[in-house]
């Protein structure tokens, strides 16, 4: 079964988060990633890791695949039903890293809400090549806070 181009999914934008480190389009440093929303209601990105990502020579930085996954849970919780209204920030995090992950080569990045108990959403991503193989998954609880928090200094 071959997978739908992420083009034909539905974008997912955000007004308030033009700086964010992961999507944000004006972070100059960020990773500007674009999610979309497929046909299951989770949230998908295809990417390409420039150098400036590197770890070891020729991979991508594990920190960064960990900001990656966690970019991609937080936006999976914006894709569900309710997640437009949620502002959820990560209380705990796990990274598998099972293959290296190559810089320059064409990444797809998928995350999903797996549930959702009260203030708690727990989610889980992947991070794969364009063969299917999985390079690095991750599981997280992010908490949802009240959006005024967000502006309070």
Same mark, same amino acid.
């Given at each position: 079964?071959? $997978?739908?181009?992420? !083009?034909?999914?539905?974008?997912? +934008?955000?007004?308030?988060?033009?700086?964010?480190?992961?999507?944000? #389009?004006?972070?100059?440093?960020?990773?500007?990633?674009?999610?979309?929303?497929?046909? %299951?209601?989770?949230?998908? +990105?295809?990417?390409?890791?420039?150098?400036?990502?590197?770890?070891?020579?020729?991979?991508?930085?594990?920190?960064?695949? #960990?900001?990656?996954?966690?970019?991609?849970? !937080?936006?999976?919780?914006?894709? +569900?039903?309710?997640?437009? $209204?949620?502002?959820?920030?990560?209380?705990?995090?796990?990274?598998?890293?099972?293959?290296?992950?190559?810089?320059?080569? *064409?990444?797809?990045?998928?995350? %999903?809400?797996?549930? *959702?108990?009260?203030?708690?959403?727990?989610?889980?991503?992947?991070?794969?090549?364009?063969?299917?193989?999985?390079?690095?998954?991750?599981?997280?609880?992010?908490?949802?806070?009240?959006?005024?928090?967000?502006?309070?200094?």
């Amino acid at each position: 079964m071959q $997978k739908a181009p992420v !083009s034909t999914f539905t974008p997912l +934008s955000f007004d308030d988060q033009h700086n964010c480190f992961g999507c944000g #389009a004006h972070n100059r440093i960020g990773l500007r990633l674009r999610f979309f929303v497929d046909e %299951q209601g989770a949230a998908m +990105s295809t990417l390409r890791m420039p150098r400036r990502f590197q770890g070891p020579h020729g991979f991508v930085h594990g920190g960064i695949i #960990a900001a990656v996954l966690d970019e991609a849970m !937080s936006k999976a919780i914006h894709a +569900s039903r309710e997640g437009a $209204k949620v502002m959820a920030l990560t209380r705990k995090m796990e990274t598998e890293y099972l293959r290296p992950t190559p810089l320059g080569a *064409v990444l797809t990045l998928r995350g %999903q809400q797996d549930r *959702v108990e009260g203030r708690k959403h727990f989610c889980s991503a992947t991070l794969s090549n364009q063969e299917g193989q999985t390079l690095a998954r991750g599981t997280a609880l992010f908490i949802a806070i009240e959006r005024q928090a967000e502006h309070k200094h």
